[in-house]
């Protein structure tokens, strides 16, 4: 992410006011307008666990308060940041609230789950950048070394 390039892969509008502590972080590319609804999925993968971020256009009902299927899993997984972002020229500027995951996600498919607006179009205005994380317990060290030591009692 960096101050003045592109917020969606197909238009030319730019992100502005990006705060600094989020600069040069790994975007993920979106479209405008994105479907949505509770049936949709985004899914994407990473090569190291990541935390993610989603940005939501502040137009729109905000994420925590709109349908989500399964039941919650955003308003369980994410966290309000209190930060923003602009959606910028040639667009009119346009706040979009910042939500960061509670845990990092693991290497492998990310799949960001059904959300809709509650009332309305389903359409997602949204951006998704990701930061590097370290997670608690290093599932494949953790499953070795556990593995050798039951059959080290045998």
């Not at 997670?135 to 080290?152: C, F, N, Q, R, Y």
Request: include cysteine.
């Amino acid at each position: 992410m960096e101050e003045g390039g592109k917020f969606f892969h197909d238009r030319d509008y730019t992100i502005t006011n990006i705060p600094k502590d989020f600069r040069g972080l790994t975007q993920v590319s979106t479209s405008a307008d994105c479907p949505g609804g509770q049936d949709y999925r985004l899914t994407f993968e990473i090569d190291r666990p990541a935390y993610i971020y989603q940005a939501w256009d502040s137009r729109h009902t905000r994420p925590e308060d709109r349908g989500q299927d399964p039941k919650g899993w955003f308003t369980k997984g994410y966290t309000d940041t209190e930060e923003i972002l602009m959606l910028d020229a040639p667009h009119a500027p346009t706040e979009y609230f910042i939500y960061k995951s509670n845990e990092p996600h693991p290497d492998g498919t990310v799949e960001l789950l059904g959300i809709d607006e509650v009332i309305g179009d389903p359409v997602l205005m949204w951006t998704i950048f990701l930061e590097e994380g370290v997670l608690p317990v290093d599932p494949a060290g953790s499953l070795t070394t556990t593995w050798g030591e039951i059959k080290s009692d045998f």
